[in-house]
């Protein structure tokens, strides 16, 4: 929810002074957040800012006391999130438009380096284009898996091949492939 500036400034103001809160700015973050959602119904109905001070000041002592009390987790929660931010690599994609802006999906993903699969992963990716063959045939997520894995057919060729549009052949793959993933 998005709340006024002037809530969020006083709230900040109001937990900064805080004796609780000294040697934990790292967590100004969670307890503004937190201090915020307990006072919103408050919030949202308080025209006097004496009385609106006094109920922050009165939510945020018990919410400091709250974040304080899982201060570990959450900050282990934290760097966890930044580390897996850091660690994201992100891949250059180029792309084409038609004379309308769409975006052409004819585009070739760069191929993995050879990975040596086990024949228990074989088979696993087997039984799940199978399976969801199976549940969702008019997908043809079989067909466009042997096109494009098998045979090393390109989007528009699969797309022809199937009559369809290549979108849809490329977003079919897409979620075979989030499927297969996850298996």
Known sequence: MEYKREYVELTENIIKTSPGFRGNEDLLDEIVGETLKKSRSFLECSMDTASLEIYIK???GNVIVDILKNAEAIRAEKTKQTQANEAFEEMPV????DEEGKILYNFE???PEKARLTEDK???VKEKVIE???INPLKNYGQ???MRFVKEMAYPEIAKKLDMNENEAA????ELLTEIDSA
């Open 58 to 60: 009165k939510i945020a």
């Open 144 to 146: 466009i898996f042997e």
């Open 122 to 124: 074989i088979n696993a």
């Open 94 to 97: 180029s792309y084409e438009t």
């Open 132 to 134: 969801l063959d199976r």
């Open 109 to 111: 993903l760069p191929a």
């Open 171 to 174: 977003k079919s793959l897409f």
